[in-house]
């Protein structure tokens, strides 16, 4: 019980303070940046947008065993739980502490939750020894089950006074305040850009059904209004824009397709959006990027790193952006409102920082991201790929005339064929649906003829520069995952 105070305690005084510096989600962010990325990407996989609730609900786990045990050994004397309270509140401490985004009074949370989970254990513990000499005693044990319902009214209210307290910064009213009106809109969709009836993905994603993939275990809350991103580094001109002054500048709005280079070999991790932004190689441009430097260092809120390659956003027609807005709304508080970077081609923990705040020019040998601090490639452009949609996996659909449909994306380059065969018979070519642009997914179906029985359907795109998927097999790490998408279904009499 005196666990539950500490962290809600914690979690309290962090929310008069500063949100990230709660114990709890210090310890949690400390979790997630220490996870070797093989069991990161498990997590991801199993419980998909549900890892962090997973982590955390298991920490609670965890804290509330060590509770129990801490309790039972000190029956006899305080020192055993005492001591469990202090190295728990020094955990906390020390994460929170370790955080990069930790301020000077941030310290005041994990400090008030080690006092607080060690007064509160000695009062409880105190309490609890007034019984012990009449064990059968009613009245002793009822004021220890009182006094525990009061820690526990306390703890409960302290926790939900922290969260509301991190959520006071009104983000949604700041958002809600703005109106993107891109000065070039994306062309309209047209009706045969995907094959939706058939069983692939509309072309573009609802923003509730974007992929998400991030390292935030709390959503970043930041207002428009207080948002800055300074531009430094190696450039001739430092910069320190304010989000109007991103309103000011010219608005475009294109169709991306974004890519996680987690993402399997048929996998879920892909979604394409009308993004709202500026330009960001005209940005560049005006800071003067100094000759020598080849990597974009940028930075989140919460300390997440990611590095650029300098070429690819000032290639022509990189359609490179800082992004505001995603079909027609600003940025969700999870796409990372107010601002983040989009550069088709590269995988989104190279290219696309969400709630950005920090640009500097540098050199890939002088600066490491995060991800590449955890051996995943510095450089990663997407790589061809295709999928298959339908068939499910294992589905009975019925013999002969048979529709199988799925997705292609060569980001950048463009898709210029996609072939099916089926139990490893001859290529067969797919229709493609129209083309949006060369920086978005795009469709397929091909109609099959099937004999009633099992059968496995696979896929392989060819891209404009020539190249076809090979069936090599690559795990995600450290630069993507190749190989062809296959399916075993069956085909039943009908
Ligand atoms: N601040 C921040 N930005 C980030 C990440 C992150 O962990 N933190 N993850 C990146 C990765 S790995 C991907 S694939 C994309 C996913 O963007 P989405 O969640 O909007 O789909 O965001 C990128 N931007
Ligand atoms: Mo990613």
Same mark, same amino acid.
Not at 241 to 256: A, S
């Given at each position: 019980?005196?666990?539950?105070?500490?962290?809600?305690?914690?979690?309290?005084?962090?929310?008069?303070?500063?949100?990230?510096?709660?114990?709890?989600?210090?310890?949690?962010?400390?979790?997630?940046?220490?996870?070797?990325?093989?069991?990161?990407?498990?997590?991801?996989?199993?419980?998909?947008?549900?890892?962090?609730?997973?982590?955390?609900?298991?920490?609670?786990?965890?804290?509330?065993?060590?509770?129990?045990?801490?309790?039972?050994?000190?029956?006899?004397?305080?020192?055993? *739980?005492? !001591?469990? #309270?202090?190295?728990?509140? @020094?955990? =906390?401490? &020390?994460? /929170?502490? $370790?955080?990069?985004?930790?301020? +000077?009074?941030?310290?005041?949370?994990?400090?008030?939750?080690?006092?607080?989970?060690?007064?509160?254990?000695?009062?409880?513990?105190?309490?609890?020894?007034?019984?012990?000499?009449?064990?059968?005693?009613?009245?002793?044990?009822?004021?220890?089950?009182?006094?525990?319902?009061?820690?526990?009214?306390?703890? *409960?209210? !302290?926790? #939900?006074?922290?969260?509301? @307290?991190? =959520?006071? &910064?009104? /983000?949604? $009213?700041?958002?809600?305040?703005? +109106?993107?009106?891109?000065?070039?809109?994306?062309?309209?969709?047209?009706?045969?850009?995907?094959?939706?009836?058939?069983?692939?993905?509309?072309?573009?994603?609802?923003?509730?059904?974007?992929?998400?993939?991030?390292?935030?275990?709390?959503?970043?809350?930041?207002?428009?209004?207080?948002?800055?991103?300074?531009?430094?580094?190696?450039?001739?001109?430092?910069? @320190?824009?304010?989000?109007?002054?991103?309103?000011?500048?010219?608005?475009?709005?294109?169709?991306?397709?974004?890519?996680?280079?987690?993402?399997?070999?048929?996998?879920?991790?892909?979604?394409?959006?009308?993004?709202?932004?500026?330009?960001?190689?005209?940005?560049?441009?005006?800071?003067?990027?100094?000759?020598?430097?080849?990597?974009?260092?940028?930075?989140?809120?919460?300390?997440?790193?990611?590095?650029?390659?300098?070429?690819?956003?000032?290639?022509?027609?990189?359609?490179?952006?800082?992004?505001?807005?995603?079909?027609?709304?600003?940025?969700?508080?999870?796409?990372?409102?107010?601002?983040?970077?989009?550069?088709?081609?590269?995988?989104?923990?190279?290219?696309?920082?969400?709630?950005?705040?920090?640009?500097?020019?540098?050199?890939?040998?002088?600066?490491?991201?995060?991800?590449?601090?955890?051996?995943?490639?510095?450089?990663?452009?997407?790589?061809?790929?295709?999928?298959?949609?339908?068939?499910?996996?294992?589905?009975?659909?019925?013999?002969?005339?048979?529709?199988?449909?799925?997705?292609?994306?060569?980001?950048?380059?463009?898709?210029?064929?996609?072939?099916?065969?089926?139990?490893?018979?001859?290529?067969?070519?797919?229709?493609?649906?129209?083309?949006?642009?060369?920086?978005?997914?795009?469709?397929?179906?091909?109609?099959?003829?099937?004999?009633?029985?099992?059968?496995?359907?696979?896929?392989?795109?060819?891209?404009?520069?020539?190249?076809?998927?090979?069936?090599?097999?690559?795990?995600?790490?450290?630069?993507?995952?190749?190989?062809?998408?296959?399916?075993?279904?069956?085909?039943?009499?009908?």
């Amino acid at each position: 019980m005196s666990v539950a105070v500490a962290l809600a305690v914690g979690h309290l005084v962090a929310g008069l303070v500063s949100p990230l510096a709660s114990p709890f989600l210090a310890v949690g962010n400390t979790a997630i940046d220490l996870t070797p990325h093989p069991v990161k990407d498990f997590a991801i996989r199993t419980f998909g947008e549900n890892d962090k609730l997973v982590l955390l609900g298991g920490m609670a786990v965890v804290l509330a065993g060590l509770g129990v045990v801490a309790g039972l050994l000190s029956r006899r004397s305080p020192w055993p *739980g005492t !001591a469990l #309270a202090a190295v728990l509140g @020094l955990v =906390g401490i &020390v994460a /929170v502490l $370790a955080r990069p985004t930790t301020t +000077t009074w941030g310290v005041i949370a994990p400090l008030a939750s080690l006092v607080a989970g060690v007064a509160a254990f000695r009062w409880l513990w105190s309490r609890g020894q007034a019984q012990t000499p009449a064990p059968a005693e009613a009245p002793g044990r009822r004021k220890f089950l009182l006094s525990t319902a009061a820690i526990a009214a306390v703890a *409960g209210v !302290a926790a #939900a006074g922290g969260q509301w @307290l991190a =959520g006071r &910064v009104d /983000v949604e $009213a700041s958002r809600r305040g703005i +109106t993107l009106r891109p000065g070039k809109k994306a062309p309209e969709i047209p009706f045969d850009a995907d094959f939706a009836r058939e069983g692939t993905p509309s072309f573009l994603t609802p923003n509730e059904k974007f992929y998400r993939v991030d390292t935030a275990l709390t959503v970043p809350r930041l207002r428009a209004e207080d948002w800055r991103l300074r531009v430094h580094g190696m450039v001739d001109n430092e910069m @320190l824009l304010t989000y109007d002054d991103l309103l000011r500048r010219p608005l475009v709005e294109k169709t991306i397709t974004l890519v996680c280079v987690s993402n399997e070999v048929g996998g879920p991790y892909i979604s394409t959006s009308n993004f709202i932004g500026v330009d960001l190689a005209d940005l560049l441009r005006e800071a003067g990027v100094r000759s020598g430097s080849d990597q974009l260092a940028t930075r989140s809120v919460d300390g997440w790193t990611c590095g650029t390659p300098v070429d690819s956003i000032m290639a022509p027609g990189s359609n490179a952006m800082l992004a505001l807005g995603m079909n027609g709304e600003p940025l969700p508080l999870e796409r990372g409102f107010p601002v983040r970077m989009v550069v088709p081609g590269l995988y989104g923990y190279v290219s696309a920082t969400k709630w950005l705040v920090d640009m500097e020019l540098t050199t890939f040998d002088a600066f490491d991201p995060y991800w590449a601090q955890r051996k995943w490639a510095k450089k990663a452009p997407v790589k061809t790929m295709s999928r298959i949609d339908r068939p499910k996996s294992f589905e009975r659909v019925p013999a002969g005339r048979f529709v199988a449909a799925g997705i292609a994306w060569a980001q950048h380059t463009g898709v210029d064929r996609v072939e099916v065969r089926v139990d490893g018979g001859p290529w067969q070519e797919a229709t493609l649906s129209r083309e949006v642009n060369v920086d978005t997914w795009r469709m397929w179906r091909i109609e099959l003829d099937l004999k009633e029985g099992n059968h496995t359907v696979e896929c392989r795109a060819t891209d404009r520069k020539g190249y076809t998927q090979t069936n090599e097999r690559a795990a995600p790490i450290p630069d993507g995952a190749s190989g062809w998408h296959s399916m075993v279904f069956t085909s039943v009499a009908g």
